[in-house]
Nanobody
Framework: QVQLVESGGGLVQPGGSLRLSCAIS????????VGWYRQAPGKQRERLGT???????NYADAVKARFTIDRDDDLKTVYLVMNSLKPEDTAVYYC??????????WGQGTQVTVSS
């Protein structure tokens, strides 16, 4: 059974940084793609970026100057590093993994609140 567990969310002041983690069952290379989304209250889920087994990471234009996706294959963990956070970054952040057959798996989400 595929499991993704996010952690690292919390309250951060505007301008601050936060690193979210997504622990994934099995090797990251098992998946066609792994990435991050977020969903703010009253808004649709928004893609942030996708990392592939090989090749460059793909980022949404809205966050590519401030967010970075890293991975640790040994720890089977994908990270979302967020810098220069703004109140509008407040949302529940989700990681997902996609298998070759197109099946998507999602974590439970972790809340990020940017406020002074």
């Amino acid at each position: 059974q595929v499991q993704l567990v996010e952690s690292g969310g919390g309250l951060v002041q505007p301008g601050g940084s936060l690193r979210l983690s997504c622990a994934i069952s099995g090797s990251i290379f098992r998946y066609n793609a792994v990435g991050w989304y977020r969903q703010a209250p009253g808004k649709q889920r928004e893609r942030l970026g996708t990392i592939f087994p090989t090749g460059p990471t793909n980022y949404a234009d809205a966050v590519k100057a401030r967010f970075t996706i890293d991975r640790d294959d040994d720890l089977k963990t994908v990270y979302l590093v967020m810098n220069s956070l703004k109140p509008e970054d407040t949302a529940v952040y989700y990681c997902y993994a996609r298998e070759d057959d197109g099946s998507d798996y999602w974590g439970q989400g972790t809340q990020v609140t940017v406020s002074s």
